[in-house]
């Protein structure tokens, strides 16, 4: 499962950072892929990014434009998003999410995860 952890999100003015953090915890880390998604009210969840279980891809959804950086800590399980240059309509819940790592391939779809972190809540002013 994914459990939150660190610095979690919170309200920023627009064009400020957020870095998240979730721990993932009662599986082997490397065994996984992992990802951020996000979801705002009325809206369905969406792909934030992704990275390959070993750290050597990633992926990201259009709408980052080089604003956001997946990474993962190996020693202590973690996946951090660090966001910059936010945007009000980058307000949301962010979920950090895993799937078992069949091959290199890195899903986008939500419905294809096999944890999920509880969630964290992002605001950006304008």
């Known amino acids: 499962r994914c459990a939150a952890a660190g610095v979690w999100g919170g309200l920023v003015q627009a064009g400020g950072s957020l870095r998240l953090s979730c721990v993932f915890s009662?599986?082997?880390?490397?065994?996984?892929?992992m990802g951020w998604f996000r979801q705002a009210p009325g809206k369905e969840r969406e792909f934030v990014a992704r990275?390959?279980?070993?750290?050597?891809?990633?992926s990201y959804a259009e709408f980052v434009g080089g604003r956001f950086t997946i990474s993962r800590g190996s020693a202590k399980n973690t996946v951090h998003l660090q966001m910059n240059s936010l945007k009000p309509e980058d307000t949301a819940v962010y979920y950090c999410?895993?799937?078992?790592?069949?091959?290199?391939?890195?899903?986008?779809?939500?419905?294809?995860?096999?944890?999920w972190g509880k969630g964290t809540q992002v605001t950006v002013s304008s």
């Open positions: 999410a895993a799937d078992q790592a069949y091959s290199d391939f890195l899903s986008s779809y939500p419905h294809t995860m096999d944890y």
């Open positions: 990275i390959t279980w070993s750290g050597g891809s990633t």
């Open positions: 009662g599986r082997t880390f490397s065994n996984y892929h």
